[in-house]
């Protein structure tokens, strides 16, 4: 990161890695830039990004992260593979447990990231029926989930 981050934010670059940032400006500066406060206050990034694990089918991508007990998938994959868009407005169907944002690191890079619980996924290809939800959902319950839990 070549530029001050008082730049960054200004040319509007997301500040996402708080854990690495904040250590070096506090060492230089005492205090961080109020930009950057503003910046980092509003993604609220968990200092700990989760690492995701990539399945795919149909050419199309799931990331997957194993959270707790419980794996929780990317909604936007999801609604990729369902051939819908699951956004906001489409989970509100969901119990607030079966949806979270989460800080997930995927192709090296780190983005706040709106993902289902098993339950929550289940849920949506029920809500959202298609002939084609049938094998998807054969997919994640045979393939994909035995695959997080292993390892």
């Not at 819908?84 to 989460?102: I, P, S, V």
């Amino acid at each position: 990161m070549g530029q001050p981050l008082a730049q960054m934010a200004v040319l509007g670059v997301v500040v996402v890695q708080q854990h690495r940032i904040r250590p070096r400006f506090a060492e230089h500066q005492g205090v961080l830039h109020a930009a950057t406060q503003r910046a980092l206050a509003h993604y609220q990034v968990d200092p700990e990004p989760l690492n995701s694990r990539i399945f795919v089918r149909h050419r199309l991508q799931l990331r997957v992260v194993w959270l707790g007990d419980q794996m929780w998938c990317c909604a936007r994959d999801l609604g990729r593979l369902m051939g819908r868009t699951l956004g906001r407005k489409g989970l509100a169907k969901l119990d607030a447990d079966q949806h979270q944002q989460l800080p997930i690191r995927s192709h090296g890079a780190v983005q706040d990231t709106l993902m289902l619980s098993e339950s929550g996924a289940y849920a949506m290809l029920l809500y959202h029926y298609h002939p084609e939800n049938r094998h998807l959902r054969q997919w994640l319950t045979h393939e994909v989930v035995p695959a997080m839990r292993c390892g």
